[in-house]
């Protein structure tokens, strides 16, 4: 082989020496004579299949392009739909938490800080909140992510504001 022949130029050079099928070939006679098609000299004929295989390709082009642009469509809205269940599972994670104090806890005193079993420690938020706790030995707490902040729920003791210190 020549030096400047490569595998892909071969097979390039194949192809395009592969005679297509032409019109006459791929309609039956009846239907190439219907059409008038019988009446056109071998070089008409040879026009006509040529631009049919430049129509078959341009087509052929057109809706794989097409085919593209849809399936990159549908990718985008999955990956959104994906990203949107993601950020949601995530904000309903910090949404709520529940655990128990660890260890002991006499209430509320201005400025009292909060650790949960689970390894957060939250601050109380509005130091006029004084509250005394009906039960002392590891409540149940949860921790509620509102619109205006963490609201805490201890087991014996109204809710109140805390603000996050320590997260695991």
Known sequence: ????????KSAKKEASEKPTRGVEETMRP????AAGLDKLSEDELQHLDAWLQGYRQST????AEQAQAK????????TEKATEE????????????????????????GHTQIRLEDG?????????DHFRATVTD???????????????????????????????
């Open 71 to 78: 399936a990159e469509v549908e990718i985008k809205k999955a």
């Open 30 to 33: 009846e239907e190439f004579k």
């Open 120 to 128: 957060t420690v939250w601050k109380q938020v509005n130091v006029d």
């Open 1 to 8: 082989p020549e030096p400047s022949t490569t595998p892909e």
């Open 86 to 109: 993601a950020n949601k599972t995530a904000r309903t994670k910090l949404d709520s938490l529940v655990s128990r104090v660890d260890g002991n806890i006499d209430g509320l005193k």
């Open 60 to 63: 052929q082009k057109k809706a």
């Open 138 to 168: 590891h409540p149940a707490a949860v921790v509620l992510h509102t619109t205006f902040g963490y609201k805490m729920r201890i087991e014996g003791m109204p809710e109140f504001y805390v603000d996050p210190v320590v997260r695991p």
